[in-house]
């Protein structure tokens, strides 16, 4: 495993990290918890030291989960989780519809006393937005409150989680440059490469540290999604149309080149992608399975991608592959 440093911070994380949000959850297959567990201690042993959760990933049980299997071992990680969605209040959800969001002061502090307690720890290292929208980072009042819990020791540093789907320039870029944020958390892949492009400069300039997330594309640059994929109605992926499934596997059919007569694994590829900018601080894994999670894992140890192979990447994308749109039925 290799690591980078956060910049203007001294938190060191693996290259690649874990999304939590997979455990005991069935958006992305069914774990139980005492596979949860082995899984996170199979990453630990793989040297990923970089856990992200959020508070409101099942109604916080992700996070009591999560500090189960960090029981005793709190000092040799870095434990990032968010804040902002009002599950307090709002339990029901249809589907995987967004829940209502709250940043008012007094809520995040009590929203952070929760996440300590869940979370079995005195800190957090990195206090995450959960999706903000502008009208949150241009708000003076939540970000004193965030101050004032850095000052306790409660957190350490605070970032932004950029989404629910792709965009939120705007937020990134105020949260970056006028907010100097540690980290910002965005969406980035072989195939979803916008906004996080226009991100890149803004990072560098403004020293501040990138997680990707998504970086396999949702199953699409891990070799587990392919044109006979039939997700399950709580799969997070079951709205989507079977256009967008076709579309998408005539683009990952575009780019064989990374893996033809190599020793990596598509999957290791779209990593290795990711990791070829210098502002990515760090890979959040989205994985269930220890076999794949160990594929994962060791793509930071492999040889990094070609400019030309990333070139042509890139070209590629902006040519939307060469892919001709496919008409929806509906």
Same mark, same amino acid.
């Given at each position: 495993?290799?690591?980078?440093?956060?910049?203007?911070?001294?938190?060191?994380?693996? *290259?690649? /990290?874990?999304?939590?949000?997979?455990?005991?959850?069935?958006?992305?297959?069914?774990?139980?918890?005492?596979?949860?567990?082995?899984?996170?201690?199979?990453?630990?042993?793989?040297?990923?030291?970089?856990?992200?959760?959020? !508070?409101?990933?099942?109604?916080?049980?992700? &996070?009591?989960?999560?500090?189960?299997?960090?029981? /005793?071992?709190?000092?040799?990680?870095?434990?990032?989780?968010?804040?902002?969605? !009002?599950?307090?209040?709002?339990?029901?959800?249809?589907?995987?519809? $967004?829940?209502?969001?709250?940043?008012?002061?007094?809520?995040?502090?009590?929203?952070?006393?929760?996440?300590?307690?869940?979370?079995?720890? %005195?800190?957090?290292?990195?206090? @995450?937005?959960?999706?903000?929208?502008?009208?949150?980072?241009?708000? +003076?009042?939540?970000?004193?409150?965030?101050?004032?819990?850095?000052?306790?020791?409660?957190?350490?540093?605070?970032?932004?989680?950029?989404?629910? !789907?792709?965009?939120?320039? %705007?937020?990134? *870029?105020?949260?970056?440059? &006028?907010?100097?944020?540690?980290?910002? @958390?965005?969406?980035?892949?072989?195939?979803?490469?916008?906004?996080?492009?226009?991100?890149?400069?803004?990072?560098?300039?403004?020293?501040?540290?990138?997680?990707?997330?998504?970086?396999?594309?949702?199953?699409?640059?891990?070799?587990?999604?392919?044109? +006979?994929?039939?997700?399950? %109605?709580?799969?997070?992926?079951?709205?989507?149309?079977? %256009?967008?499934? $076709?579309?998408?596997?005539?683009?990952?059919? @575009?780019?064989?080149?990374?893996?033809?007569?190599?020793?990596?694994?598509?999957? @290791?590829?779209?990593?290795?992608?990711?990791?070829?900018? &210098?502002?990515?601080?760090?890979?959040?894994?989205?994985?269930?399975?220890?076999?794949?999670?160990?594929?994962?894992?060791?793509?930071?140890?492999?040889?990094?991608?070609?400019?030309? *192979?990333? !070139?042509?990447?890139?070209?590629?994308?902006?040519?939307?592959?060469?892919?001709?749109?496919?008409?929806?039925?509906?």
């Amino acid at each position: 495993m290799k690591y980078r440093t956060i910049p203007n911070t001294e938190l060191a994380v693996s *290259e690649t /990290g874990f999304g939590t949000w997979t455990l005991v959850s069935n958006w992305w297959g069914n774990v139980s918890e005492e596979d949860s567990i082995k899984l996170v201690h199979k990453a630990l042993d793989l040297g990923i030291n970089l856990f992200d959760t959020a !508070d409101q990933y099942r109604s916080g049980e992700n &996070e009591e989960v999560v500090a189960k299997a960090l029981q /005793g071992l709190r000092n040799e990680v870095v434990l990032c989780t968010k804040f902002g969605y !009002d599950f307090y209040t709002f339990q029901s959800r249809i589907r995987h519809q $967004e829940k209502p969001q709250k940043f008012e002061p007094d809520f995040i502090r009590m929203a952070c006393e929760k996440s300590l307690q869940r979370l079995n720890t %005195e800190w957090i290292d990195i206090y @995450q937005f959960h999706n903000p929208r502008i009208d949150v980072i241009e708000r +003076d009042d939540v970000f004193e409150a965030l101050e004032k819990l850095k000052q306790e020791g409660k957190i350490r540093y605070y970032g932004v989680a950029l989404g629910p !789907d792709i965009g939120w320039f %705007e937020e990134g *870029e105020a949260s970056m440059r &006028e907010r100097k944020v540690t980290s910002i @958390q965005i969406i980035y892949s072989i195939l979803e490469q916008d906004p996080a492009r226009a991100f890149f400069p803004i990072a560098k300039e403004c020293g501040t540290g990138l997680f990707v997330r998504v970086p396999h594309a949702s199953g699409l640059l891990d070799g587990t999604v392919t044109r +006979d994929t039939v997700f399950p %109605e709580s799969d997070h992926r079951s709205y989507r149309k079977k %256009e967008w499934l $076709e579309e998408s596997c005539q683009k990952v059919d @575009q780019i064989d080149f990374l893996t033809r007569d190599k020793d990596i694994t598509i999957g @290791q590829a779209a990593l290795k992608f990711s990791l070829a900018q &210098e502002t990515v601080s760090s890979v959040l894994l989205t994985v269930t399975d220890p076999v794949q999670l160990e594929e994962f894992a060791l793509a930071p140890d492999l040889p990094d991608l070609s400019q030309e *192979e990333l !070139d042509r990447v890139y070209d590629l994308y902006d040519h939307n592959f060469h892919v001709t749109p496919i008409p929806s039925e509906s």
